[in-house]
């Protein structure tokens, strides 16, 4: 996905706070929805954004799914940034 897709995803509040939950461990869809005051359907739609940009993965199973970050595409974020700052 492109850098404007993964900026998209990340300018969420819910969807950022999904990624703070999801660096401490993997989690079922069940799991993230206790964290929060929105619907299931809400979160639902968030982790779609979030795997539709790559930042988390997903396994099934059983009858459940569980997600987990995709710390890669946010590496290539930070060396985006590095270099428009012009670090190294």
């Excluded at 979030?50 to 009858?63: F, N, P, S, Y």
């Excluded at 290539?76 to 270099?83: M, N, S, T």
Aim: charged share 35%.
């Amino acid at each position: 996905m492109g850098l404007q897709h993964t900026l998209k995803a990340l300018s969420d509040p819910i969807r950022r706070e999904i990624l703070n939950l999801l660096k401490e461990k993997r989690m079922s869809a069940g799991e993230i929805c206790e964290h929060f005051a929105v619907t299931d359907a809400s979160i639902s739609r968030h982790l779609s954004v979030l795997k539709e940009a790559d930042l988390v993965r997903d396994t099934r199973e059983g009858k459940f799914i569980f997600y987990e970050l995709n710390a890669s595409v946010l590496e290539e974020i930070l060396l985006w940034v590095k270099d428009l700052k012009g670090e190294e």
